[in-house]
C-alpha cells in the first residue's frame, strides 16, 4: 500500500515562499514519475507541476512557470516543490500523487494514491 504524506504548507503573503514536501512510503517510490496537483474552494483539482522518475523531465502549468520549482530525491523517497513569489492565486490544497498510467502528466486521472493534501494560504 503506498502512502504519501504533504507538509509544509502554511500561511505567507504575496510575494513569499514556501517549500512543500511528500514522502512516499509502503512501495517502491523509484520508476514513478510524480506529480502535484492543487485544489482550491469551489474548482476543480489542477496540475501544478511533474517530473520524471530520474528528476530530469519537469512539466509546470503555465499559471507556475517561473515561479516554482518541482525537484525529488529518489534516495529519500521525497519530492519537493519549492514555491517563489506567491500568490493569492495559489491559495488552495496541495496534493501529490504517483504517475501510474501513462499520459499526459497533467492528467489527474493518471495519478493514484493520493496524499491528505496540505493548505497554502497566501495573503494580499
Known amino acids: 500500500q503506498v502512502q504519501l504524506v504533504e507538509s509544509g504548507g502554511g500561511l505567507v503573503q504575496a510575494g513569499g515562499s514556501l517549500r512543500l514536501s511528500c514522502a512516499v512510503s509502503?512501495?517502491?517510490?523509484?520508476?514513478?514519475?510524480m506529480g502535484w496537483f492543487r485544489q482550491a474552494p469551489g474548482k476543480e483539482r489542477e496540475f501544478v507541476a511533474a517530473?520524471?522518475?530520474?528528476?530530469?523531465?519537469?512539466d509546470y502549468a503555465d499559471s507556475v512557470k517561473g515561479r516554482f520549482t518541482i525537484s525529488r530525491d529518489n534516495a529519500k523517497n521525497t519530492v519537493d516543490l519549492q514555491m517563489n513569489s506567491l500568490k493569492p492565486e495559489d491559495t488552495a490544497v496541495y496534493y501529490c500523487?504517483?504517475?501510474?498510467?501513462?499520459?499526459?502528466?497533467?492528467?489527474?486521472?493518471?495519478?493514484?494514491?493520493w496524499g491528505q493534501g496540505t493548505q497554502v494560504t497566501v495573503s494580499s
Open positions: 500523487a504517483p504517475r501510474i498510467k501513462a499520459g499526459a502528466p497533467a492528467r489527474a486521472t493518471n495519478y493514484d494514491y
Open positions: 517530473i520524471g522518475w530520474g528528476g530530469v523531465k519537469t
Open positions: 509502503g512501495s517502491t517510490f523509484n520508476g514513478y514519475a
